[in-house]
T-cell receptor
């Protein structure tokens, strides 16, 4: 079974608007971490934001915020005030508390910001 | 901080030759590094987990004799693709786990190596 599901293959967003990228996850482990990474066309993976399963508040990092709904097992990424440089592929990933620190990645969502 | 480099950034080789890719954590020590493979417009596929001073742990379906991994120091892991064939052409990305106090044990990724086997 897929551990991370990203249902949006591609999205367009107007510059300066906000965009929400969906991510749902599946785990029976009570201890887990959720990550979002950005991959521009250059190929590098850039860490954006982290949410721990026991964190009470939603994570925020600058223009990035994570809408964590534990009961629904969703961890959507919100990018506010989109910029042209935000055009990239975005991956949601999960690390379960098994001690091996491996990440399970979703299929990714391509975001294109329009001027 | 938390910079990971990879070398080379791209390589073209003939079928049957071996290619070595280096992954270095530049400003932190990494007891654990990971190697991924990514096909165009697809997600990252974990190939193996590399722990300093011990044998790598390979994911199911990954040939350990073909993809040799060495993690000889806390800042360097290498992936050698032996007897490369055209189907090995791909984008290979390494990552290093940051385990300092206050970190999320997040993985920081190298810029990737594009391998083309002719």
């Amino acid at each position: 079974a897929q551990k991370i599901t990203q249902t949006q293959p591609g999205m367009f967003v107007q510059e300066k608007e906000a965009v929400t990228l969906d991510c749902t996850y599946d785990t029976s482990d009570p201890s887990y971490g959720l990550f979002w990474y950005k991959q521009p066309s250059s190929g590098e993976m850039i860490f954006l934001i982290y949410q721990g399963s026991y964190d009470q508040q939603n994570a925020t990092e600058g223009r990035y915020s994570l809408n964590f709904q534990k009961a629904r097992k969703s961890a959507n990424l919100v990018i506010s005030a989109s910029q042209l440089g935000d055009s990239a592929m975005y991956f949601c990933a999960m690390r379960e508390g098994r001690g091996d620190y491996k990440l399970s990645f979703g299929a990714g969502t391509t975001v294109t910001v329009r001027a | 901080g938390a910079v990971v480099s990879q070398h080379p950034s791209w390589v073209i080789c003939k079928s049957g030759t071996s290619v070595k890719i280096e992954c270095r954590s530049l400003d932190f020590q990494a007891t654990t590094m990971f190697w991924y493979r990514q096909f165009p417009k697809q997600s990252l596929m974990l190939m193996a987990t590399s722990n300093e001073g011990s044998k790598a742990t390979y994911e199911q379906g990954v040939e350990k004799d073909k993809f040799l991994i060495n993690h000889a120091s806390l800042t360097l892991s290498t992936l050698t693709v032996t007897s490369a064939h055209p189907e090995d052409s791909s984008f290979y990305i390494c990552s290093a786990r940051l385990s300092t106090p206050g970190s999320y044990n997040e993985q920081f990724f190298g810029p990737g190596t594009r391998l083309t086997v002719l």
